[in-house]
Structures are given as structure tokens and as C-alpha cells.
């Protein structure tokens, strides 16, 4: 046991992508037990957090930041040829983050442990933000632009955890807003959006011959602040006007996947994944956009939450397939090719995401038929993830290197 902890612990993205791997199929399980409870004559208990925020939380915060850490917690030092992030550092905040993600399900059917769960959680996010700014601080390398703009959106997702505490607390419908937004457009999409504009050229260069890498930063600085005007604008109750934002995304993430070359990215799966995974973010965008003109206009399509599950499961969920088993097959000693097992396991995804999106797409389809069918082909997708990839974080690398 003391062994299998030592292997476990020996790297921070082993401690973040486990839990994230087990937390992508038991969320999962717990919203389709919430969505099918009454086919299933199963008699849950009374929730105090209501089964639409409660799976907002575990979605946002209590799944897809343990990638995120997992993987800044990796890549940032070797940007910068910076400090490394301490055992203290990492154990802990999965340790807190962990704990408070675990709790919460009970938490969900008890108002003083969701709130414990809750500040467990964003302790941990706090003590893994002080952790990277320690790397950015030491950093030896002057271009910390990514890093920063990965450190800013992580604070912000810090504050939209904090909101949902207050909202527990107060019950007021704006802190729970906030908490929303903020971890969608001012948390994830600008670090996933940082992260691939750094990473989607640079992977394409080791892989495409004659390739120019291109990522002018101005254009990020654009999206980057779109995303904050879309959050203020849905935070004022402006949402109607959210296509001023959302369009200029939308366009900029289409001429990315253009100038980074997506039909030669496609030669290779475990570069595929990423390119097709970023073409989401523009659909993404452009989803958002035309519901907005639909609200502003009076038209009889809003929207939905058409805009949500393109971001969320297609851009944010294929792209954490794909990154997170680069880093995995990387610094477990495996070769980095993706079989056909995880390709297989990337396209389930894609179902998942188009079949989620179909009831808003398509007038006449019963969405809650359609939403746990999606939920069923996410669990066997996230599933066959964990299945896979979660033993190598706790044995040692197969070529015998530390880490």
C-alpha cells in the first residue's frame, strides 16, 4: 500500500486525473439515477440543492477542474522552467478538492454538508492558485502570457465556487448565477481556449512537416475578453445581447482551426482529437450567438441549452479526452499514439455531444429521452476511459523514469 501511494503521488497529474476519471462516470450515474429515478421506481431521497444546480456544480466545478490542474500543474513548470509544484502542494489540493467533491453527493440531500463540501473544494482551488503563482513567480522564461492567463481564469473559477457558497448560505438566485457563469465564461472556456492556443500549434509543428506555428496573441487577448463581456452581459440580464460577444468568437476560433492547419492535423488521432475538439468551441460560439439574436429578435429558436452542451460536453469534453490522454500515455512511458480503443472512445464522445444537442436542435423530440441516452453514451465513453487510462496512475512509468 505504502508503495501504490508513493507511485500515486510521485506526480500531479497522477492525483488530479484519477479523481477526474472517477468523477466523469459517477456524476454521470448520479444525474441519470436523477433524469430515470421514476422509470427505475427508485424513491430518492428529498434534495436540498436542486438536481439542476447541483449537477451544474459537479459538472463544472467538481469534474473538470481536476484536469485542469492535473494538467497546469504539468505543463506550466515546463513552460516557464519554473519551480516545480510541490508535493504539498498537489496531495493537498486533491486531498481538499477530493474530499469536498465526494461529500457533495451527500451534501445534495443535506444542506451542512454541501456547504462543506463546497468550502473543502474551493480550499483546495485556493491552495493549488497560490501554488502556481509560486511557478509563475520563479519562472526563468519571460513569456508567461499563457500562464498568467491560465492563473487569472483559474482565480476567477475560485470566485464562482465561493458564489455557489454564498448561495448555499443565502439562497440567492444571483449568487447561484454567478457561479454559472463565471465557470463557463470566465473559468474554463478562457483556459481551455489559452491552453489550446499554446498547445494545438505546437503539437501540430512536431507532427506536420513545413509547418509555420502561428498564435498571434492579440486575437487570444479578443477571445479572452469576449468571454468576460459575454459573463458580464448574462450577469446584468442582457443576455439578448451576447451575440455582440459571441459572433467575434465564433469567427476567431474558426479562422484558428483554419490557420492551424485542422486537414493536415487530421493525419494523426492524438492530434485529430484536439483539432475536431476545437472546431466545437466555434460551433460552440456560433450556437450561443444565434440564440441570443433569437432572444433579442423575438424569434420562436432561443437556443436552449444547445450552446451549453457544445461547449461542455463537445469542446471541453473532447478536448479533455485528447489532452489528458497525451499526458498520460506521455508520462506513463507509453507511446504516444492513440489506438484504436481511445479513438473509438474520442467518437462516443461526439455522439454524446450531438445526441445531447438534438433536442434543441429539433423541435418534437422528447429531450429527457434524448438526455439520458446522451448520459448512457457518456458513461460508456468516460467509462472505457477510466477503465484504461486510471490504472497508470498508480503504477510506476513503464520505462522506469521518476514521475
Not at 114 to 134: K, Q, S
Not at 256 to 272: C, K, M, N, P, T
Not at 357 to 364: I, R, S, T
Amino acid at each position: 500500500m505504502t508503495t501504490t501511494w508513493k507511485t500515486f503521488t510521485a506526480a500531479p497529474h497522477r492525483v488530479m486525473f484519477l479523481p477526474g476519471a472517477i468523477q466523469g462516470v459517477l456524476i454521470m450515474l448520479w444525474w441519470l439515477l436523477e433524469l430515470e429515478s421514476s422509470q427505475f421506481g427508485l424513491a430518492l431521497p428529498a434534495s436540498v440543492v436542486p438536481p439542476g444546480a447541483a449537477h451544474a456544480w459537479l459538472v463544472l466545478y467538481g469534474f473538470f477542474p481536476f484536469f485542469v490542474f492535473g494538467f497546469a500543474f504539468t505543463a506550466v513548470p515546463n513552460w516557464l522552467n519554473g519551480p516545480r509544484i510541490t508535493p504539498f502542494a498537489y496531495v493537498g489540493s486533491f486531498l481538499l478538492m477530493g474530499a469536498g467533491a465526494a461529500l457533495f453527493y451527500a451534501g445534495i440531500y443535506s444542506l451542512e454538508l454541501a456547504v462543506t463540501a463546497v468550502g473543502l473544494h474551493a480550499a483546495g482551488m485556493a491552495l493549488a492558485l497560490a501554488a502556481l503563482a509560486n511557478t509563475l513567480r520563479g519562472a526563468a522564461v519571460e513569456d508567461r502570457r499563457h500562464a498568467w492567463a491560465i492563473w487569472a481564469a483559474v482565480l476567477v473559477g475560485l470566485a464562482g465556487d465561493l458564489a455557489f457558497l454564498a448561495w448555499l448560505h443565502t439562497e440567492t438566485p444571483l449568487f447561484l448565477a454567478l457561479a454559472e457563469v463565471l465557470a463557463v465564461w470566465g473559468f474554463l472556456t478562457p483556459v481551455f481556449l489559452a491552453v489550446c492556443h499554446r498547445m494545438i500549434p505546437w503539437f501540430t509543428s512536431r507532427v506536420v512537416a513545413n509547418y509555420v506555428v502561428i498564435r498571434p496573441y492579440p486575437l487570444l487577448w479578443a477571445m479572452l475578453a469576449a468571454c468576460a463581456g459575454h459573463a458580464a452581459l448574462e450577469v446584468a440580464g442582457l443576455a439578448a445581447l451576447t451575440w455582440l460577444t459571441d459572433l467575434p468568437l465564433a469567427g476567431i476560433a474558426l479562422w484558428f482551426s483554419s490557420r492551424w492547419g485542422i486537414a493536415r492535423g487530421l493525419q494523426v488521432r492524438l492530434l485529430a482529437m484536439l483539432h475536431i475538439a476545437f472546431l466545437w468551441a466555434a460551433l460552440a460560439f456560433a450556437l450561443s450567438a444565434a440564440g441570443a439574436l433569437g432572444l433579442g429578435l423575438g424569434w420562436g429558436w432561443t437556443g436552449g441549452y444547445a450552446p451549453l452542451h457544445a461547449l461542455g460536453v463537445g469542446f471541453f469534453g473532447s478536448m479533455l479526452i485528447g489532452m489528458a490522454s497525451r499526458v498520460s500515455l506521455g508520462h506513463s512511458g507509453q507511446a504516444l499514439e492513440a489506438d484504436r480503443y481511445t479513438w473509438a472512445l474520442f467518437w462516443l464522445v461526439q455522439a454524446a455531444a450531438a445526441v445531447r444537442l438534438a433536442p434543441d436542435l429539433l423541435p418534437g423530440i422528447a429531450p429527457y429521452r434524448l438526455a439520458s441516452l446522451a448520459a448512457l453514451i457518456w458513461l460508456a465513453s468516460f467509462g472505457g476511459w477510466a477503465w484504461r487510462y486510471a490504472p497508470y496512475f498508480w503504477r510506476p512509468r513503464t520505462d522506469g523514469k521518476p514521475g
